[in-house]
């Protein structure tokens, strides 16, 4: 099977204290083939962590389906997802907060396969040394703890953590925000190179348009729990079809001018509907500087209209 994973009409919805329902994640479809990169943009509210979080089953799912290469990983419980877990592992957006500051990086590393009893325990030490030279760091550097890093070393030591179960997929979570421009090109050089080398699947989550722009094959663009644009990574940067795409691309300040140029100059005003009152037509309309009546009535369904883009635009 060419697809590794896939996510059908996945629905994460929170109830809030006063009744209401917060529709996080509101019915997202998507596949990733094997050994490419789907990257997931949008700004913060649009739903695209919680998807992220949803596919690690950190999150409730309230509907839909995940498949991870024949394992539908949205259903499986206990004993079943604690064994299947060292097949897609995260890497989070904090590399400090995401690591205990009182074990040595060593034990850091290692803590997944004693866990989850991955091969002999006599080996795993060697094995921690293998992942810290692959990622880049020396082997010596075990037994320093995590304070004793830099934000960029941190992050790989991370990456060390989540390859150490030899997972098919990981699931990175905005990885280089905190990290500053000359430290992320390394690390996302560093991303690029192992899925070179050990063919790994990716979804990967951020806002920032240039970064997706570096490690993507595919972008998907989600607006308020939905994705309102998805293609090939080339092709939304050469001519975004969503307004809401055009818009993020003529406001992202890592991108080149050509790049920002063909967003179309649209600029975003004002903030997104409340996930809880959603309007009934397109979720966009209250900030599209092209919507029409027939907009706010209603809703568009994403539809493929070049090969591998489909847009959620009436008007696309
Ligand atoms: Fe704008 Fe209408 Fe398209 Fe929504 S459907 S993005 S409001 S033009």
New binding site residues.
Partial sequence: MNQLLSVRDLKVHFPTAHGGTVHAVDGVSFDIRRGRTLGIVGESGSGKTTTALAVMRLAPITGGEIDLDGTPISRIEGEELRRTRPRFQMVFQDPFSSLNPRDRVGRIIRQPMDLLGLGEPSGRDARVEELLAQVGLRPELKSLYPHQFSGGQRQRIGLARALATRPDLIVFDEPVSALDVAVQAQVLNLIRRLQRETGLTYLFISHDLGVVRHVCDEIAVMYLGQI?EKAPAAQIFAAPR???TQALIAAAPSLAPEHRRRGGGARLQGDPPSPVNLPK?????SR?????E???RRM?TLRELAPGQAV?????
Avoid: E, I, Q
């Fill in positions: 309102v969503h307004p809401y037509g397109c979720r966009f309309a599209c500087p092209l919507a029409v027939g907009c706010r568009p959620a635009c009436h008007l696309a």
